[in-house]
């Protein structure tokens, strides 16, 4: 996932009228107040409410809001940290509980990384069925044919081609440095 999505993501389902769904904000200050009532009195998740001055009435409306809190972190780290073989589910159940249909839950995309090979086949097979470029013009033209390829890596594999000498700069006039197909040209090309 990249970092910018994430905080996208992470900003939205931080926003207080997200977080009003799984808890209103006088559930959040009674929790605060019995939590730190509660704090030094748990031994062993057993808590003795009595002694921390907490009414049993209290005490079990302050369990069902940890409930509520543990859904709301649950929901934010499902949501934020995609993954296809848990978060679905996971968020399918919160939905139902919640009623947060009206959320898109989009999975990340995916970046896929350009094969490097494909990108190769697409310079070299321009090339073939083109006139000679210069090497500028020659990435203006790859970039608008192949705009599905990112323009940095069909740059890289361009230089590698050149560094194999698939691909060659036209030596015979000084002014003109053309990119023409190279020594081992036929080797590297798949018609």
Not at 106 to 119: C, E, M
Not at 152 to 164: T, V
Request: proline fraction near 3%.
């Amino acid at each position: 996932m990249s970092s910018t999505d994430f905080y996208v993501r992470s900003a939205f389902i931080d926003n207080i009228e997200t977080r009003r769904r799984f808890l209103s904000d006088k559930d959040i200050i009674f929790y605060d107040t019995v939590n730190k009532k509660l704090s030094n009195y748990w031994n062993v998740n057993v808590c003795d409410y009595a002694a921390a001055g907490v009414s049993e009435a209290d005490f079990n409306k302050y369990k069902n809001i940890v409930i509520k809190v543990l859904d709301y972190e649950e929901a934010k780290f499902v949501y934020t940290n995609y993954s296809e073989t848990t978060s679905v589910a996971r968020w399918a159940a919160l939905n139902l509980k919640y009623k947060l249909s009206d959320i898109q839950f989009l999975p990340n995309k995916v970046i896929k990384q350009d094969d490097k090979i494909d990108i190769q086949q697409c310079i070299m097979r321009f090339v073939f069925e083109n006139v000679p470029f210069k090497k500028k013009p020659l990435l203006a033209k790859l970039r608008d044919k192949y705009p599905q390829f990112n323009a940095g890596s069909i740059n890289r594999q361009l230089n590698n081609l050149l560094k194999l000498r698939v691909l060659e700069i036209d030596t015979k006039y000084k002014t003109k440095p053309f990119i023409i197909q190279g020594q081992y040209f036929k080797n590297y090309f798949k018609k």
